[in-house]
């Protein structure tokens, strides 16, 4: 039985699984998956605060190397459906792209997966096995998602030894691009008090905002570091600055800033949180100024470092696209953050122009291209 990676890239599209919302998505890919031979287990965690989230391990074969792709059906919101060209939730072609939410990113990807093993069953003997992880929490907190699923598939015993996660890595074209690691990233709100007072007597107040801009000041002018080999420089965007002060005659009582740092391997989010201390405990010591930091860790950067799962995924990019992609570490944080502490992890999609927009969409052609890609994949492991 081979799959039709945009038939199911449509039946996933009509899903409407916005985070955390299933919508039978799950249960569009264990009907894909079984008829092909793999056990299918479907499990939903929660925890206080949060709403419970399905996620899907799928294994093919019992033995043998274990090679996994990682990918998540969830979908941002569609935004305001009046400004898409056609319903987000009802896939449509148009001139050689499929229109949808999730199109890009990456509902196709996972069909394309699947598609790919389809084939690979069809054609080989697997000497080993195939399986898939797929959450519905990773567009949001990423709480009740991938980070639980790991644990709780190795807590029974499976061990993965290579996976490849789906994400939209090619900024242009397809292969353009695989991933190798990614920046970390921790956030920060700092909130600075002072003592309220009338704007003509300053010298009875103090005003929290001064001491505040000098250490956002102090904070974002300071060069973390130069980028290295593999990754690019970290950086400091300051996202907020908040005092909540309706009333233009009045000093206020406190002010709040938030910003975001992302990180290479050159800092850990804990020296970074005990740098962003120092300064507020420097420039606020003069007066006993009060302070509060909290802060919230997305994760730690890694690299996957130029080897045989690189190899293998390049190779076959080169072999399918033409093209010889780049290696690289930059965009935003993913599920891979999680799965390189139990295997090696690189990533690679579709292309990324259109995730997250309105009208998102994706290359017919190159869903059928990732999906002979990722065959290739299989292949060029399991008989390495």
């Not at 003509?200 to 290295?228: C, E, F, V």
Request: proline content about 5%; some cysteine.
């Amino acid at each position: 039985m081979k799959i039709d990676p945009l038939e199911l890239s449509k039946q996933l599209i009509k899903c409407r699984s916005v985070t955390p919302h299933d919508d039978g998505v799950m249960d569009v890919l264990v009907q894909a998956l079984e008829p092909l031979g793999f056990k299918c287990e479907i499990v939903t965690f929660s925890e206080e605060g949060t709403e419970p989230v399905k996620n899907l391990y799928a294994r093919f074969g019992n033995g043998g190397k274990n090679f996994c792709f990682a990918g998540h059906v969830d979908v941002v919101p569609s935004g305001d459906e009046a400004s898409w060209t056609s319903n987000p939730f009802l896939p449509e072609v148009r001139g050689g792209m499929l229109y949808g939410r999730g199109a890009s990113d990456m509902k196709c990807a996972v069909a394309a997966f699947v598609a790919a093993a389809s084939a690979f069953i069809e054609k080989t003997q697997v000497p080993g096995s195939i399986s898939l992880l797929i959450t519905g929490d990773e567009e949001a907190i990423s709480i009740n998602g991938t980070k639980k699923m790991l644990a709780h598939i190795a807590a029974k015993g499976e061990k993965l030894d290579a996976c490849i996660v789906g994400e939209p890595t090619n900024p242009e074209a397809l292969g353009g691009m695989v991933k190798i690691g990614r920046r970390g990233s921790v956030m920060f709100s700092v909130t600075i008090w002072g003592k309220q007072g009338h704007v003509a007597y300053p010298h009875l107040a103090d005003n929290p905002i001064k001491r505040l801009n000098t250490i956002l000041y102090s904070l974002s002018t300071h060069q973390l570091d130069s980028g290295n080999e593999f990754f690019q420089p970290s950086n400091l965007e300051i996202v907020t600055f908040d005092v909540n002060n309706p009333a233009d005659n009045v000093i206020p009582q406190m002010a709040t800033a938030k910003f975001n740092i992302r990180f290479n391997d050159e800092h850990t989010s804990g020296t970074l949180i005990k740098w962003v201390e120092g300064i507020c405990a420097s420039i606020c010591e003069d007066n006993g100024a009060k302070f509060e930091i909290k802060t919230r860790v997305s994760g730690e950067s890694f690299i996957t470092k130029p080897g045989e799962l690189s190899n293998i995924v390049c190779d076959a990019v080169t072999k399918i696209t033409g093209n010889i992609p780049e290696l690289s570490t930059t965009g935003g944080t993913s599920d891979a953050r999680f799965i390189k502490d139990y295997c090696p992890v690189v990533e690679f999609g579709l292309c990324n122009k259109t995730a997250h927009k309105i009208d998102e969409s994706a290359s017919v052609d190159e869903i059928y291209k990732l999906a002979e890609v990722y065959e290739a994949v299989l292949y060029d492991y399991f008989t390495a």
